[in-house]
C-alpha cells in the first residue's frame, strides 16, 4: 500500500497514482487510519479506519472536490480524538445515515445487534422467499453472516481478493480471512450470474465483467432497503441492518471459543449455522 507524500496538497491529489483495473488505497504515516481511496475511474474518496475492541471499523471522511484535503484531515482529527475517548464513532454515523435514508424508523432500538439463534434460522430460512428482493441480495446477506465480511467491504471486493482453491479473501490488500464451506457455496452460486434476472441479458453480464469484476454488483444502499421495516417484516425479525450480520458471525466465533472442535474457526461457524437451520 503506497504512503501518501508529506507534501501533498489538495491540488496535486489528482497527480496521485492510482490503478485502472483496482482502487487503490494510500495511507498517511502522521495520521493513523487515515486513507485516501482513488476507485479506477478517478473517484477520490477520503476514509477513516480504526479499531474498537476486536472490529476494524471504517468510516468516510467524504469525496473530493465536495470535501477538501484539509477538511477531511480535520475530520479525522475529530474522529480520533472521539475514539480516543471511547466512543464507537462508526455506530453514530451508521444510524444517522439510515435515518436521513429512511431505512430505519427513529425511535427504532437496538437496530445494530447480532441475529439470536431464533432469529438466524428465520433469516436463513425466509429470505429466499422473499420475492422483492434479488437473488445476488439474498446471496449477499448470506455472504456477510458467513464470513463477518463488513457490508462496504464485501461491496468493494473484486473477483481477483478471492481464491476458492485455497478457501481465502484478501480484504483491502492488508486482511486476508478463511473462507468456510458455506461461504464458498455462496461464492460459486454468485459466480452464476443467471441467478440474477438483471444479469440474464448476456451483453449486460460481459459489460459488468469487462467493467470492474466485483463479487457483488449492486449499489451502496441496496442491502439497507432489503432489510427496511418492511424487509424485515417478512422475515418476522425484529429490524436489524447488513452489518448486524458481521456481528453475528463475531457472536457465533465468540461462543465457540471454548469449543474443542477439530475445525478452524470460520468453519466452526458453517458448522453452527447447518446445525441450527437442519
Known sequence: MPEIPKNITNAKLQN???????????FDSLRKGFFIEIDPNGAI??????????????????????????????????????????????????IEEAKENNYIDENEENIFRPLSDKEII????????????SAITKLALKLILLTGIKKDDLLLATW????????TWMLNSRREIR???????????????????????????????DSN?????????????ALNKKGCERL?????????LAETFEKILDNNRNHSYS??????????????IR
Not at 16 to 26: G, N, P
Not at 81 to 87: A, E, I, Q, Y
Not at 263 to 276: H, P, Q
Open 179 to 209: 473462507l468456510n464451506s458455506l461461504a464458498i457455496q455462496m461464492l460459486l452460486e454468485i459466480q452464476d450470474f443467471e441467478h440474477h434476472t438483471a444479469y440474464s441479458n448476456s451483453a449486460l453480464k460481459q459489460a459488468i465483467l
Open 160 to 167: 481477483e481478493d478471492i481464491n476458492i482453491n485455497d478457501r
Open 213 to 225: 469484476n466485483k463479487v457483488i454488483n449492486l449499489g451502496p444502499k441496496t442491502l439497507d432497503r
Open 122 to 133: 428465520l433469516f436463513w430460512k425466509r429470505i429466499d422467499s422473499i420475492n422483492q428482493l
Open 263 to 276: 475445525l478452524d474457526k470460520s468453519e466452526s461457524v458453517a458448522l453452527y449455522i447447518r446445525n441450527l
Open 16 to 26: 496521485l497514482e492510482s490503478s485502472k483495473d483496482q482502487e487503490t488505497i494510500y
Open 45 to 94: 474518496k477520503f476514509s477513516y479506519e480504526y479499531k474498537f475492541k476486536k472490529d476494524i471499523r471504517k468510516i468516510s471522511l467524504g469525496t473530493h472536490p465536495a470535501v477538501s484535503l484539509i477538511k477531511a484531515r480535520d475530520k479525522w482529527l475529530e474522529s480520533s480524538k472521539k475514539v480516543l475517548d471511547g466512543k464507537d464513532i462508526w455506530i453514530y454515523q451508521n
Open 236 to 244: 418476522g425479525i425484529n429490524q436489524f441492518q447488513p452489518n448486524s
